[in-house]
C-alpha cells in the first residue's frame, strides 16, 4: 500500500510492530502493537469506531495512548503519525547488496514462534512470510533441553505438527513446512527421538550449550551430528555473537574452536548444508568460514532465524555476505522449490 494512502488499524498496528521488529527495537516497544492489534481483532468494528468518537479506546485491554492514536487516525481515514515517521526512517533495505540473491530465495528455513522463544503465534509469522513473497516458511522452534528457550518436549511438538496441518488447510500455495531446531548434545546426537524427527520436512542443528568445549571433542561433536540421517542444516556454527544485547547489556561472544576443515569435509560428504545465519547480532560463519565451505563443496541456506515477524527481513544481511562471498546459488538450498528442498531434506 502507497505511503500516503488510508490503511486500516489492524494492517497499521501489524506495520508499525513490523517495521520496529525489523530495526531491532527493543521488546516492550513491539509488544504494545502486536497486543493492540490483537484487541482490533476481537473488537466490533462499530465499537472501535464508537469508542474514537467517545474517547474511550484505552478502556480496551492493551490499547494505550500510542496505539489509541494509530487506531483513531487510522478510523478517520488518515494514516497515522507515526506510522508515517517509521516509515520515512525505514530504510528500503536492510543491506546494500544481494538483491539477486534476495530475489532467488523462494523461503526461509530457520525461524521461531510464541511456542519456543519468539515473539509472534504462528499465524502471525506465517502472514508476514506470505507478505513477504516467500513460498515456504520452515517453523524450527527449540527442543527439549533448550530450556531457557522454552523448548517444545514430545508431546508440545506432536500437537504443533497438528495445528501446522491446520493452517495449511488455509494458506493456498503457501506451505509452513514442519521443522526443528534440535540442539547437538555433548556427545553429538540430537536432543529429540528419532521418530519424531523423521516426521518433519526440515532440521536445522545446532550448538547452544558449552560452546567454548575445546577444540577436538567440539570438533566431534559437531561431526556426530552432521553423520545423523535427520540433520538437513548445521545452524549457527561458531556460535558467536558479535553485535547483541540481553537484558539491556551488551553481549559479546567469541566462536567456539572447531577443526573447520573437518566439519565443512562432513557436511559435504552427508549433504548436510551450513547455515548462514543472518542475524545480525551473529553474522554466522564467519567470511572466511564461509569461504571455506564454499571451497570444500557444501550446501547452504540463508536464514533469517526469526524470533518475530519483521526478522523474517533479516535474510537480506545473509544475501549480501553470500553474493559478496560468491556462494554459488544453486547450493543454497532455500533457493530450490519446495519441492526439491523436501526431497534433499527426505533422502538422508
Known amino acids: 500500500m502507497p505511503e500516503d494512502q488510508p490503511i486500516e488499524p489492524l494492517d497499521a498496528l501489524r506495520r508499525i510492530a513490523f517495521l520496529l521488529e525489523r530495526s531491532r527495537a527493543g521488546t516492550y516497544r513491539v509488544k504494545a502493537f502486536r497486543q493492540a492489534a490483537d484487541t482490533v481483532v476481537s473488537t466490533p468494528r462499530d465499537e472501535l469506531e464508537h469508542r474514537a468518537q467517545t474517547g474511550t479506546l484505552q478502556d480496551l485491554p492493551g490499547i494505550g495512548k500510542a496505539t489509541e492514536a494509530v487506531i483513531r487516525e487510522a478510523l478517520a481515514g488518515e494514516r497515522p503519525a507515526y506510522l508515517a515517521s517509521l516509515e520515512e526512517k525505514s530504510p528500503e533495505r536492510l543491506a546494500e547488496g544481494g538483491e539477486r540473491y534476495r530475489a532467488a530465495l523462494r523461503g526461509d528455513c530457520h525461524c521461531h514462534s510464541d511456542w519456543s522463544d519468539g515473539g509472534s503465534p504462528i499465524p502471525e509469522m506465517v502472514a508476514t512470510a506470505m507478505e513477504l513473497g516467500h513460498e515456504y516458511l520452515v517453523l524450527t522452534d527449540h527442543s527439549p533441553s533448550l530450556r531457557v528457550a522454552n523448548g517444545l518436549s514430545v508431546e508440545r511438538l506432536t500437537k504443533q505438527l497438528k495445528l501446522i496441518d491446520r493452517i495449511n488447510e488455509n494458506t493456498g500455495s503457501f506451505t509452513l513446512l514442519k521443522g526443528i531446531e534440535v540442539d547437538i548434545l555433548d556427545d553429538g546426537s540430537l536432543d529429540q527421538r528419532p521418530d519424531l524427527l523423521a516426521r518433519l520436512d526440515v532440521r536445522v542443528a545446532s550448538v547452544h550449550s558449552k560452546l567454548k568445549m575445546a577444540r577436538a571433542p567440539m570438533t566431534q561433536r559437531m561431526i556426530g551430528a552432521v553423520r545423523d540421517p535427520h540433520t538437513n542444516i548445521l545452524g549457527h556454527c561458531t556460535g558467536r555473537m558479535v553485535d547483541g544485547e540481553r ?102
Do not use: M
Not at 542475524?279 to 560463519?285: G, K
Not at 535474510?315 to 538450498?333: F, K, T
Open 247 to 348: 537484558r539491556g547489556k551488551a553481549l559479546r561472544r567469541d566462536q567456539s574452536a572447531f577443526d573447520a576443515e573437518a566439519v565443512f569435509a562432513e557436511c559435504a560428504a552427508h549433504d548436510v548444508a551450513v547455515e548462514i545465519n543472518s542475524r545480525p547480532e551473529r553474522q554466522d560463519p564467519p567470511d572466511e568460514l564461509i569461504a571455506l565451505a564454499v571451497a570444500a563443496g557444501c550446501l547452504f541456506s540463508i536464514d533469517s532465524d526469526a524470533h518475530a515477524p519483521g526478522q523474517l527481513d533479516f535474510v537480506e544481511y545473509g544475501c549480501e555476505r553470500a553474493e559478496r562471498l560468491a556462494v554459488p546459488l544453486d547450493r543454497i538450498v532455500n533457493t530450490w522449490p519446495k519441492e526439491r528442498l523436501l526431497e534433499w531434506a527426505d533422502k538422508r
